[in-house]
C-alpha cells in the first residue's frame, strides 16, 4: 500500500532512480579500478609485494566506520555516497583478481616466453583470457556489495535514497516505509544479480 500510494504521488521515483544510479557508477568504478590495479600488481611483482599487506588490512576493516570520514572529508553529497559503495568492494576485487592471475597456467605462459613473447603478450593471450569466468564471478559478488555501501553511504549523508527513507522512517516511526524500502533493495539486489548472471552465462558459451 505505501508503494503504491508513493508511485501515484511520484515521490518514490527520485530514491529509486539515486540509489541505483550511485550503486551501478560505483560498480563501474570498481570494476575498471580493481581490474587496472589487478593487472598493476601482477606486472610489477615487487609492488605488489608491497601493497598487499595494505590492501588486506583495507579490506578487512569495517567500511561503516569510514563512511563518517568520509562524509567529513568529501561532504554529504552523491560523489561521497559513489564512494562508501567502491569503498565496499574495491579493496576485495583487487585481491581476489591479483590471486586468480597468478594462478594462470605457468605451462602456458612458459611456452609464450620461449616463443619470445613479451608480459603484454603473457597478459592479453593467457591471463586475460584464462581469468574471464573469475572477472565475471568477482563482479558478480561486487555488486551486491556495491549496493550495501551505498546504503551505508545514504545512511549517514544522504538527502535521498532507499537507505534515507530507512533512516527517515525508522526516526519517524514510519515502518511501513522501511520494510518497503528493504523489500525494494531485494529486488534491486536481485534484479542485477540476475543480469550479471545471464551475461555471464552468455560468456561461458562464447
Known amino acids: 500500500h505505501s508503494f503504491c500510494s508513493m508511485c501515484r504521488d511520484g515521490s518514490i521515483f527520485p530514491h ?8 551501478l557508477v560505483s560498480f563501474l568504478f570498481v570494476v575498471v579500478l580493481g581490474a587496472g590495479m589487478a593487472v598493476l600488481l601482477w606486472t610489477c611483482p615487487r609492488l605488489a609485494k608491497i601493497t598487499e599487506p595494505y590492501l588486506v588490512v583495507l579490506n578487512s576493516l569495517p567500511k561503516s566506520a569510514l563512511a563518517p570520514l568520509l562524509i567529513v572529508w ?3 553529497n552523491e560523489r561521497t555516497i559513489i564512494v562508501c559503495g567502491m569503498s565496499v568492494a574495491i579493496f576485495g576485487s583487487i585481491l581476489n583478481l591479483y590471486t ?10 612458459k611456452l609464450i616466453r620461449a616463443l619470445g613473447g613479451t608480459k603484454k603478450d603473457e597478459l ?9 569466468p573469475l572477472i565475471l564471478s568477482v563482479m558478480k559478488v561486487n555488486i551486491g556489495l556495491c549496493l550495501v555501501g551505498v546504503i551505508i553511504g545514504e545512511f549517514i549523508g544522504a538527502r535521498q535514497g532507499l537507505g534515507y527513507l530507512i533512516i527517515y522512517g ?3 516511526f514510519k515502518l511501513t516505509w522501511v520494510l518497503m524500502s528493504i523489500v525494494i533493495l531485494c529486488v534491486i539486489a536481485m534484479g ?3 543480469i550479471l548472471d545471464f551475461i555471464e552465462k552468455r560468456a561461458q558459451k562464447w
Not at 529509486?16 to 550503486?23: G, K, N
Not at 592471475?101 to 605462459?109: C, I, N, Q
Not at 592479453?124 to 574471464?132: D, E, R
Open 124 to 132: 592479453t593471450k593467457i591471463v586475460l583470457p584464462s581469468s574471464v
Open 100 to 109: 586468480g592471475f597468478g594462478e594462470a597456467d605457468p605451462e602456458k605462459l
Open 192 to 194: 542485477l544479480y540476475a
Open 74 to 76: 568529501l561532504g554529504a
Open 170 to 172: 525508522s526516526q519517524t
Open 16 to 23: 529509486l532512480s539515486v540509489t541505483i544510479t550511485e550503486t
